[in-house]
């Protein structure tokens, strides 16, 4: 049963990694900064990404530590308890290096596509 909840989670993180990198597709820093719109789906996919990791089972987090599990599920704290406190800079970075990085180190655990 776990298996199959894990599974599910690393589909829904990929899923929406993938959406967070496709919102800001084509946008400078400083076009993310003020498009208020795109900084909100960006946070949504986050959060949706941290959700998704705290619903991995610890089995499967063990035996993948070098996935920041623990960064992923706090960002999304962080996005929701002190989102008044949210520093764009610092969610860009996410968006533009830590997700694609992410997206590489799922690869390999997802189910390959026929």
């Known amino acids: ?5 894990d599974l599910e989670s690393l589909i829904d993180i990929d899923f929406y990694a993938k959406q967070a990198l496709a919102f800001v597709d084509n946008f400078t820093q400083d076009e993310f900064e003020v498009d208020y719109k795109t900084q909100a789906a960006v946070m949504y996919a986050i959060a949706i990404m941290g959700e998704a990791t705290k ?14 599990w623990q960064e992923i599920a706090g960002i999304r ?32 655990l997802l189910p390959q596509e026929d």
């Open 1 to 5: 049963m776990s298996r199959n909840r």
């Open 55 to 68: 619903r991995l089972s610890q089995e499967f987090r063990l035996e993948y530590p070098l996935i920041p």
């Open 77 to 108: 704290n962080r996005l929701v308890h002190d989102y008044k406190n949210i520093d764009l800079d610092i969610l860009w970075q996410v968006v533009t290096v830590e997700i694609p990085a992410l997206l590489m180190s799922l690869e390999p």
